[in-house]
């Protein structure tokens, strides 16, 4: 039985996935334990990664995996973009045999062997840890977003994130705070990886889908992508002007947000960190 989890932290500013998910868990009194020792996680390889360096890219994510299984600890990914890659390094490992042995060898040289078919024992998503304490969360309700309503985007490798029908359990979770979310084709495009790219494109298709949501209107936008929101808040007035659509003020939140809100805890939210701040609360 595992320790508790460890917070996949691979954010190198002020996130507010990460700061909300760590509020969040804490006020839920979740178990966590930070990484011990001289480890650190290495970068996931982002979007890209599995179209680049594929050798580094699986031993990236299976070594963020492994340390956390040698303190036995479960490693809890708070965003689609992280998690999405840790499934599919799983789910690789077990099929192709020639990954497998690489990632054997790499891992036993680095002193951090393990049966790899357990990895998947060692990787958990937030949204599905938050469905097994629906009691805990529901008696921490204090507003509920009655009348409210949100469009919902995933992230780029969205089909990806799937272990164990991750996502079924989010409709409770929006039943909790009284949160209607609608959903649509848009919901599961992606462009935030253009940047790099093909920007123009990125921001005009970003802006596509802003509007996507705004034109259903809704309340604000909810992403489970932290790559996502990267893109509709920091460049959010260059993608309407990409489109060519009259500015929106509308805010994008995550899930995380949403409960804190809800417990009344919008200080600890990081509402503060957005460019476009919802306005129906103050932080």
Same mark, same amino acid.
């Given at each position: 039985?595992?320790?508790?989890?460890?917070?996949?932290?691979?954010?190198?500013?002020?996130?507010?996935?990460?700061?909300?998910?760590?509020?969040?868990?804490?006020?839920?009194?979740?178990?966590?334990?930070?990484?011990?020792?001289?480890?650190?996680?290495?970068?996931?390889?982002?979007?890209?990664?599995?179209?680049?360096?594929?050798?580094?890219?699986?031993?990236?994510?299976?070594?963020?995996?492994?340390?956390?299984?040698?303190?036995?600890?479960?490693?809890?990914?708070?965003?689609?973009?992280?998690?999405?890659?840790?499934?599919?390094?799983?789910?690789?490992?077990?099929?192709?045999?020639?990954?497998?042995?690489?990632?054997?060898?790499?891992?036993?040289?680095?002193?951090?062997?393990?049966?790899?078919?357990?990895?998947?024992?060692?990787?958990?998503?937030?949204?599905?840890?938050?469905?097994?304490?629906?009691?805990?969360?529901?008696?921490?309700?204090?507003?509920?977003? =009655?009348? &409210?309503?949100? $469009?919902?985007? #995933?992230?780029? +490798?969205?089909?990806? *994130?799937?272990?164990? !029908?991750?996502?079924?359990?989010?409709?409770?979770?929006?039943?909790?705070?009284?949160?209607?979310?609608?959903?649509?084709?848009?919901?599961?495009?992606?462009?935030?990886?253009?940047?790099?790219?093909?920007?123009?494109?990125?921001?005009?298709?970003?802006?596509?889908?802003?509007?996507?949501?705004?034109?259903?209107?809704?309340?604000?936008?909810?992403?489970?992508?932290? =790559?996502? &929101?990267?893109? $509709?808040?920091? #460049?959010?007035? +260059?993608?309407?002007? *990409?489109?060519?659509? !009259?500015?929106?003020?509308?805010?994008?939140?995550?899930?995380?947000?949403?409960?804190?809100?809800?417990?009344?805890?919008?200080?600890?939210?990081?509402?503060?960190?957005?460019?476009?701040?919802?306005?129906?609360?103050?932080?």
């Amino acid at each position: 039985m595992q320790a508790g989890y460890t917070i996949y932290n691979i954010y190198n500013q002020k996130n507010p996935f990460l700061d909300a998910a760590t509020a969040l868990i804490q006020r839920l009194d979740l178990p966590t334990l930070e990484l011990t020792g001289a480890y650190k996680f290495e970068f996931n390889g982002g979007y890209l990664g599995r179209v680049g360096n594929l050798e580094a890219y699986f031993l990236a994510n299976a070594y963020n995996i492994a340390i956390c299984a040698k303190q036995n600890t479960k490693l809890l990914a708070i965003d689609e973009d992280a998690y999405a890659n840790l499934v599919h390094t799983v789910k690789t490992i077990e099929y192709d045999e020639e990954v497998k042995s690489f990632i054997e060898k790499e891992l036993d040289r680095m002193k951090l062997s393990l049966d790899l078919s357990t990895l998947k024992d060692y990787i958990c998503y937030l949204p599905k840890v938050l469905s097994m304490h629906k009691a805990s969360i529901e008696e921490k309700i204090e507003h509920k977003f =009655s009348n &409210f309503s949100a $469009f919902v985007y #995933y992230g780029g +490798r969205h089909f990806d *994130a799937n272990l164990e !029908d991750e996502y079924k359990c989010v409709d409770d979770l929006y039943d909790l705070v009284d949160l209607k979310v609608y959903e649509g084709i848009e919901s599961v495009e992606y462009y935030a990886h253009l940047m790099d790219i093909d920007q123009n494109m990125a921001l005009q298709e970003s802006g596509r889908l802003i509007f996507a949501g705004c034109d259903r209107g809704v309340d604000f936008l909810l992403t489970f992508s932290e =790559s996502t &929101f990267h893109m $509709f808040d920091k #460049y959010h007035t +260059r993608c309407m002007k *990409a489109y060519r659509r !009259d500015p929106i003020n509308i805010s994008t939140l995550n899930l995380y947000q949403v409960l804190l809100l809800s417990f009344d805890m919008s200080k600890q939210s990081a509402i503060s960190y957005h460019m476009k701040r919802p306005k129906f609360i103050s932080a």
